[in-house]
């Protein structure tokens, strides 16, 4: 089974790295909500909000704030081509980790470009 190292000779599964990496993303950008709590406004009724999620940490963080301040979330990915379809798979487990109502993916074909 293909695996990650982790620490001297043992092998973590990659599905489970990449969790893991999302959901230390999460975790990360819910320390970031935290801190900023008394700067952020809460709407009385859930609100909708799209958030565009690529799996990273700036577009976790956005995704956390707009939950913390009270928004209902659903998340779009751009599949473009890309090589590692990490960056899909890490978008859609942060969304789930935070709570999205609902993530869905875009595929653009970018050969006309």
């Known amino acids: 089974m293909a695996g990650v190292g982790r620490g001297r000779g ?26 900023c709590a008394g700067t952020l406004t809460i709407v009385a009724e859930p609100a909708r909000a799209v958030v565009l999620t690529s799996g990273g940490l700036d577009s976790t ?5 707009a939950k913390a301040a009270g928004f209902a979330c659903y998340t779009l990915s751009f599949d473009y081509g890309q090589r590692h379809r990490a ?3 890490a978008a859609e487990r942060v969304s789930a980790v935070l709570g999205d109502v609902e993530h869905k993916v875009v595929r653009l074909n970018l050969d006309s470009i």
Do not use: I, K
Request: proline share 3%; aromatic share 2%; hydrophobic share 65%.
């Open 10 to 35: 043992a092998t973590v599964p990659a599905w489970l790295a990449e969790q893991q990496a999302a959901e230390a993303a999460a975790a990360a950008a819910q320390a970031v909500v935290e801190r």
């Open 61 to 65: 963080t956005v995704l956390a704030m």
């Open 87 to 89: 960056e899909l798979h």
